[in-house]
């Protein structure tokens, strides 16, 4: 079968089976088009004849006229769709697009407010009731143990331990890790409880709303943006920053990755490493302490 047929074909099969939205027949048509061209260009005239080799080149073409990873990733996609259908209408016995690897899309570094930031965000004067010492607690918690927003939410009371300073949290995939909390966070965790043991919450929660109840991801977003414009750093972040923060605080100081990946309930070491593209003053100390040339 021509490449063009079995283009026409997996494109009739969107629009009239799968009834794709005119969006979604554009992007595919547009990509399938271009591998139309590149497969003329190549003299490749009956789709079984196509192979990884010339779906990588294709894609490398694509690559060359500046698609950005996001944009290559969807190319991908598509080819892969179409041979998938060409193998289960047995027009080709194998799908070459499946040895095609999307590339990895660009991480954005985290931008981390400075300890000097976080201790004037964290100093903020608050009232000494119920909501002032809440929101005390709470971002100091968020800060001093590296919490991510739903860990912090998702808390307990049986999950405290103020005597060891020790949180158990249960992160992504409901996996329980122990974080730790400082002096300054085990006192605002104090003052907080008192208060919220005369408030007469019932619930197991540990962080509550004015009605008693678990206190919401967004409402812990809006009390962060709200207390950051407060101490001049408006529009500087949200709850993950203090989590940012407390990671490259820790590397900054010398502790090692693998203790902070542990401390953040990363499975994976590369996603830690991304903290290490924010700490070039570590790396510059170590390379002039060790190289010999430095």
């Known amino acids: 079968m021509h490449p063009d047929e079995a283009v026409d074909g997996f494109l009739a099969m969107g629009r009239h089976v799968k009834r794709w939205s005119p969006h979604t027949l554009e992007a595919y048509g547009a990509d399938l088009g271009r591998l139309c061209a590149f497969l003329d260009a190549e003299k490749i005239r009956d789709v079984t004849t196509v192979d990884a080799t010339l779906l990588?080149?294709?894609?490398?073409?694509?690559?060359?006229?500046?698609?950005?990873?996001?944009s290559l990733s969807r190319v991908i996609a598509t080819l892969r769709s179409l041979f998938k259908w060409l193998q289960r209408e047995r027009i080709t016995t194998v799908n070459p697009a499946g040895a095609l690897r999307s590339p990895r899309k660009h991480r954005h570094l985290p931008e981390p407010l400075t300890?000097?930031?976080?201790?004037?965000?964290?100093?903020?004067s608050r009232k000494d009731d119920l909501a002032g010492t809440r929101d005390a607690a709470m971002l100091e918690v968020l800060y001093s143990a590296g919490l991510r927003v739903s860990e912090l939410v998702g808390l307990d009371l049986a999950d405290i331990d103020l005597n060891g300073g020790v949180l158990r949290v249960r992160g992504k995939g409901k996996k329980e890790r122990l974080a730790f909390l400082g002096q300054p966070a085990t006192r605002a965790f104090e003052r907080y409880l008192a208060r919220r043991s005369l408030g007469g919450a019932t619930t197991d929660a540990v962080f509550v709303n004015g009605r008693g109840g678990r206190l919401t991801t967004r409402s812990v977003e809006r009390i962060v943006e709200r207390d950051l414009a407060r101490a001049g750093l408006a529009g500087r972040g949200t709850p993950h920053t203090l989590r940012h923060s407390f990671a490259t605080?820790?590397?900054?100081?010398?502790?090692?990755?693998?203790?902070?990946?542990e401390l953040l309930g990363h499975a994976d070491p590369a996603t830690t490493q991304?903290?290490?593209?924010?700490?070039?003053?570590?790396?510059?100390?170590?390379?002039?302490?060790?190289?010999?040339?430095?």
């Open 115 to 124: 300890q000097a930031e976080v201790g004037e965000f964290l100093s903020l």
């Open 249 to 261: 605080h820790l590397l900054d100081a010398g502790a090692d990755l693998r203790t902070v990946q």
């Open 56 to 70: 990588r080149s294709f894609v490398v073409t694509e690559s060359e006229r500046g698609l950005a990873a996001s």
């Open 274 to 294: 991304i903290y290490t593209h924010v700490t070039p003053r570590l790396l510059r100390e170590a390379y002039e302490k060790a190289h010999p040339r430095a």
